[in-house]
């Protein structure tokens, strides 16, 4: 990771305000995410929404219990830089230091896994998103606004609000910024002995993701029935679908590292999977009807050279 990542061009520490939005693509409803600071620096994570896409923007911020927080909220500038950034030591080219108009699709380098999430294994851009607005938060998980667009419970049943893994990361690197951010002059305060210390703690978290065998009581089936609020009479039931598809996908997010799946069968399966689970969870909701969505986009998905980096970067034979 290079020093140039906390290096952030003409971004005050302080007194932003940050807005959140999401767009109709792939013919879907609420398919992307992305955050605004000051009205005019977007944070689209993987790919910026083409003019012909639907946007709507700025639309409603809510608190961890859902508590409607109005649609701009007070953020630190460079805390959210910082957390766009927290990735793979993926080489960048020719960064753009205002990045109005950001689209990693157009660039030489290709994809990054922005905010640390390595896309449709840790995350998509709805918990990309909200680990933008974790700037806007007091540095603990509890307090972070969120951005929850009508889709956002269809990924946050399996990723979280922030992403696998990053729950514990986030205040961290939340507490590394502010300090850098109130010294930036200082070259003594770019920490980064201490970036690449969680770094390192959060490829152990992938790492052991990949490795190990999905437990009754992982913390993904933990999130899901805290997200969910599950009944102790639907417990049993939810936990056998979750525990399905979890084993399912982490086999399939283990071939894809090591490239012995191909991307159409890894979406596929994914996907069919995990509306197993959302159709029994729309039955407990005692839902009118059930319509199957994709938990993973194909047209978002990066190549196949992305997760090989992936591979070599984490050390995965």
Same mark, same amino acid.
């Given at each position: 990771?290079?020093?140039?990542?906390?290096?952030?061009?003409?971004?005050?520490?302080t007194?932003?305000?940050?807005?959140?939005?999401?767009?109709?693509?792939f013919?879907?409803?609420?398919?992307?995410?992305?955050?605004?600071?000051?009205?005019n620096?977007?944070?689209?994570?993987?790919?910026?929404?083409?003019?012909?896409?639907?946007?709507?923007f700025?639309?409603?911020?809510y608190?961890?219990?859902?508590?409607?927080?109005?649609?701009?909220?007070?953020?630190?500038l460079?805390?959210?830089?910082?957390?766009?950034?927290f990735?793979?030591?993926?080489?960048?080219?020719?960064?753009d230091?205002?990045?109005?108009?950001?689209?990693?699709?157009?660039?030489e380098?290709g994809?990054?896994?922005w905010?640390?999430?390595?896309?449709a294994?840790?995350?998509?851009?709805?918990?990309?998103c909200?680990?933008i607005?974790? $700037?806007?938060? !007091?540095?603990?998980?509890?307090? +972070?606004p &969120?951005?929850w667009?009508?889709?956002?419970?269809? *990924?946050?049943?399996?990723?979280?609000?922030?992403?696998?893994?990053?729950?514990?990361?986030?205040?961290?690197m939340y507490a590394?910024?502010?300090?850098?951010?109130?010294?930036i002059?200082?070259p003594?305060t770019?920490?980064?002995?201490?970036v690449?210390?969680?770094?390192?703690?959060?490829?152990?978290?992938i790492?052991k993701?990949?490795d190990?065998?999905?437990?009754?009581?992982?913390?993904?089936?933990?999130?899901?029935?805290?997200?969910?609020?599950?009944?102790?009479?639907?417990?049993?039931?939810?936990?056998?679908?979750?525990?399905?598809?979890a084993s399912?996908?982490?086999?399939?997010?283990?071939?894809?590292?090591?490239?012995?799946?191909s991307?159409k069968?890894?979406l596929? $399966?994914?996907? !069919?999977?995990?509306?197993?689970? +959302?159709? &029994?969870?729309?039955?407990?909701?005692?839902?009118? *009807?059930?319509e199957?969505?994709?938990?993973?986009?194909p047209?978002?998905?990066?190549?196949?050279?992305?997760?090989?980096?992936?591979k070599?970067?984490?050390?995965?034979?």
């Open positions: 990771m290079s020093t140039g990542q906390f290096e952030v061009s003409g971004a005050g520490p007194n932003s305000k940050i807005q959140v939005g999401v767009s109709n693509v013919y879907l409803k609420d398919a992307h995410t992305y955050t605004v600071i000051d009205k620096i977007y944070f689209h994570c993987y790919w910026t929404a083409e003019i012909d896409d639907e946007l709507f700025p639309k409603q911020i608190s961890p219990d859902k508590t409607p927080l109005g649609t701009e909220v007070d953020c630190n460079y805390i959210a830089r910082g957390l766009a950034e990735k793979f030591p993926y080489p960048r080219k020719d960064p230091p205002t990045r109005r108009h950001y689209s990693d699709l157009n660039r380098d994809y990054k896994d905010c640390g999430i390595i896309y294994i840790t995350g998509v851009c709805h918990q990309m909200n680990v607005l974790f $700037s806007a938060s !007091k540095g603990t998980i509890d307090s +972070a &969120l951005n667009p009508d889709n956002f419970d269809n *990924s946050q049943k399996y990723f979280g609000r922030h992403g696998l893994g990053l729950d514990h990361i986030l205040p961290l590394i910024l502010e300090k850098r951010s109130k010294n002059e200082d003594a770019i920490l980064e002995d201490d690449k210390e969680l770094q390192e703690a959060y490829y152990g978290s790492r993701w990949l190990t065998t999905i437990q009754k009581d992982s913390p993904h089936i933990e999130t899901l029935l805290r997200n969910f609020l599950v009944s102790d009479e639907d417990k049993p039931s939810v936990i056998d679908e979750f525990h399905k598809f399912i996908k982490q086999d399939l997010d283990n071939q894809l590292i090591r490239g012995t799946v991307m069968e890894y596929e $399966s994914v996907n !069919k999977s995990h509306n197993g689970l +959302a159709e &029994l969870m729309a039955s407990i909701k005692n839902c009118a *009807s059930f199957p969505t994709n938990l993973i986009h047209a978002q998905m990066p190549d196949s050279a992305y997760y090989e980096f992936i070599e970067t984490l050390g995965i034979k």
